[in-house]
């Protein structure tokens, strides 16, 4: 570290207190030194050692530098017991404001203005908190108080593009962005909303670009750092993936979504599709998928079955002789019937299909294509079995989606009102269910 650097550090760190002003000043020192981020860490370990129970002025300390690592949960358990001034009430709503609960930082913002903090900058955080949080219109208000002081500036042209992006104008939102980043190229916001709009359309190399420059600065920003590795996982890039997704848990070790995403791209680096696997798991999946409606039973067995909520195959083999016999008007002749015809088929009842697959993969392979029901083969197979990018499996496991047939059952505006799911998503899954003969269910 330069002399000139470690010196402004020391002075800011002799202090006994530190307030907005002291932070800005500790981000500039920071911003121009190598390994920020190792130095914070080493400040705030120094600091929590000699404090275990901070409070006052300490407490504040330690809230500004676990803010800056990204603790945001911690940080604000320990502003907590910081002195009640505009300092406090900032840096807890910087940290409510990262959690997403916009509702509460809005108060803290607001407590630390009625605290002695002044000019436009409360304001402009105030209106992000209030769009963000689900409130456009007091946000639209609140900024109109303040035009004069943020109009022909990059915040302002920021304020407009987020209001605009939240009313569904994404296209015009990005111009704004691109006029507030032509004023300031630094801007941190501006950056990363624009980043993450490309990244929604399909632009990705525009949005990691875009994203790494988030990046240049402290403190350390844990959505773009997520988002890029997503984006490099994505194109395959996985040990880039890691490198970012280190970078988070570096500096905070315990991110639940950064330690998921990490062991996700360490499998995928070394994941290998075993094709006739995955051909087996199909065809054993197609046959399982059969409705028992397909084979002629008897009225009073098929109405058993019907009444047991008994509708195919795989139901049928995952019941137990005792299950059906215990059911009313289910006798012994009906039993026979239903063995018999699963025998054709190198099956029995209580035959697990999780728990026997090697042998029921076996079996059905001697099945021939054009057996009732070999036309589910396609909506049967797994999204495992499918080739998606990273992004969209994870909305698939969000939204519950086990097979194509799920995905199929969905209409393209249930798919694009979750969230981080762009026209590039949808253009991969559309592909996919028409590779094997499918398509999206019309609204």
Known sequence: MEPAISDALDAILSRDAWTINDYQDLMTALS??????????????????????????KALMIG????????????ISVLADATDNRDRHFFAGQCYRACRRFD??????????ARGWEGPDGDVLIVEALAMGGKPDQA???????????????????????????DGRGEEAAELYEQARDLNPAHGEATFRLAYYLDLHGQEEEAVELYRQCLSHPPIHASALLNLAVLHEDMGQYDKAISCLKRLLAVNPNHPRARLFLRDAQASRHMYYDEDQARRIAKRNAVLDIPVTDFELSVRARNCLKKMNIMTLGDLVRTTETELLGYKNFGE???????????????????DSEGAGGELGELLEEIESDEPGADHGAAALTIEQVEFSVRARRVLEQLNV??????????????????????????????????NGLHFREM
């Open 32 to 57: 121009t030194a190598p390994g920020a981020s190792n130095r914070c860490r080493q400040i705030l370990a120094d600091l929590e050692a000699k404090n275990p129970s901070p409070r006052g002025a």
């Open 64 to 75: 500004i530098l676990r803010y800056m690592l990204c603790r945001f949960e911690e940080a």
């Open 104 to 113: 509460q930082a809005v108060e803290e913002f607001e407590r630390a203005k």
């Open 140 to 166: 639209a208000k609140t900024l109109k108080g303040i035009a004069r002081q943020v109009d022909g500036t990059a915040t302002g042209l920021y304020l407009q593009g987020l209001l605009t992006e939240l």
């Open 333 to 351: 002749t009906s039993l026979k019937e239903i063995k018999d015809m699963l025998a054709a088929k190198g099956l029995r009842l209580g035959q």
């Open 402 to 435: 086990r097979t194509l047939g799920d995905l199929a059952a969905k209409t393209e505006a249930e798919l694009l009102s979750q969230k981080n799911f762009g026209q590039t998503s949808l253009a991969e899954m559309r592909q996919r269910l028409s590779e």
